[in-house]
């Protein structure tokens, strides 16, 4: 293991994941949080997520022997399923556990948290200037040796790359939500960082379990997200034209490409609260003649009568048994 220490900067949705599978394979992992009231928060962030994902590796033994599995396995958790038991699964259970107490840290102090650290990851709540003011802040504590990562999903590291006083130590390291099962990490860097940095993270990303995707380039939206939007705006637009039912829509696309879902069952998974949300910062949301406009009022439609996809049992498709 190369990297020895890791710090998360900011102990949210995201920050307690990558916190997590980085402790779970073994990594000595620090938590800095602002406060004793963010410590409030992420600790029972810290034990939701914990129980998420030995609930994963639990659900995983029903899988054994089973063709289905090498598609549902929590791909972060167990690195090979050919010839998985469920004695081994045990094991990543009583192992992972232990990992996940002793390896995971929380602290208030910066300097504390920032010492001999290999990398550090910031996973702090997608705001330009905050984001600025920090990093101007911690380019004076972090050591040397450190490479630095943000998790944005929608900001670019050339916006912030100058404020970090280490340009060539900086890049995005973007991770998936429920990282145990979903292990992508998109490696991005900007047109400073250093090619070796760049090399040292994506094996970083290897050493916790995750599948690298690297990008050549800058691209807002990564290379999932990149792909993603515009399927769901091309089917939503389907939809709210008149020209397919949501059923249809998905048909064609399961059907014509083998893909395991369709981008109706995708918006059931996302929930349809962030979809409405996703679409009213779109820039003709207002507009009354608009697509997305008439698009927001179906969905809200849904929302009102509490379809808000699998989390309530109903969205597009019903789930209740
Ligand atoms: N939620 C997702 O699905 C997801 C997926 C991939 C990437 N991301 C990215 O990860 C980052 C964090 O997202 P999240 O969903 O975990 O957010 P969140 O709101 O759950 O957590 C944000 C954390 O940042 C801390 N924070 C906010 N402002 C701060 C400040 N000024 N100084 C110090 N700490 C501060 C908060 O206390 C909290 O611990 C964002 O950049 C987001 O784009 C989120």
Redesign the pocket.
């Known amino acids: 293991m190369k990297f020895k220490k890791v710090v998360l900067l ?6 307690t994941q990558i916190a997590l599978m980085s402790a779970y394979t073994g990594h000595d992992t620090t938590i800095w ?2 406060s004793e009231g ?1 410590i409030g ?2 600790e029972p962030k810290i034990q939701y997520y914990t129980k998420s994902i030995l609930d994963a590796l639990e659900e995983a033994k029903k899988f054994v022997g089973n063709p289905l599995g090498a598609y549902v396995y929590p791909k972060a958790l167990i690195s090979d399923w050919k010839g998985i038991t469920v004695e081994k699964i045990d094991e990543l259970i009583r192992e992972g556990e232990k990992n996940m107490k002793e390896n995971l840290h929380l602290e208030l102090d910066k300097e504390k948290a920032l010492k001999n650290a290999d990398i550090a990851i910031e ?5 330009t200037e ?1 984001k600025i003011e ?1 990093y101007k802040n911690i380019s004076e504590i972090l050591e040397d040796k450190t490479i630095l990562c943000t ?4 900001l670019l590291p050339s916006t912030f790359a100058q404020y970090t006083g280490r340009p060539e130590k900086y890049m995005a390291l ?4 429920s990282i145990w099962s979903h292990n992508t990490a998109e490696c991005m860097g900007h047109e400073g960082t250093d090619p070796e940095i760049y090399k040292e993270v994506v094996e970083f990303a290897k050493e916790i379990n995750m599948v690298p995707i690297e990008l050549h380039k800058e691209q807002p939206g990564y290379v999932l997200n990149s792909l993603l939007v515009p399927l769901l705006d091309a089917g939503q637009s389907l939809w709210a034209r008149g020209i397919a039912d949501p059923e249809t829509i998905d048909n064609a696309w399961r059907i014509g490409t083998g893909a395991p879902v369709g981008p109706f069952q995708m918006m059931d998974v996302i929930g349809l609260k962030t979809v409405s949300n996703v679409l009213k910062m779109k820039p003709d949301a207002k507009d009354p003649e608009s697509i997305t406009c008439r698009l927001i009022k179906m969905i809200d439609e849904k929302i009102d009568k509490g379809e808000l996809g699998i989390v309530s049992g109903k969205g597009f498709y019903s789930y209740t048994k």
């Open positions: 900011g102990g949210g949705v995201l920050g949080l602002r963010s928060r992420t996973a702090m709540a997608e705001n905050e920090f998790n944005s999903s929608t973007h991770f998936a939500n």
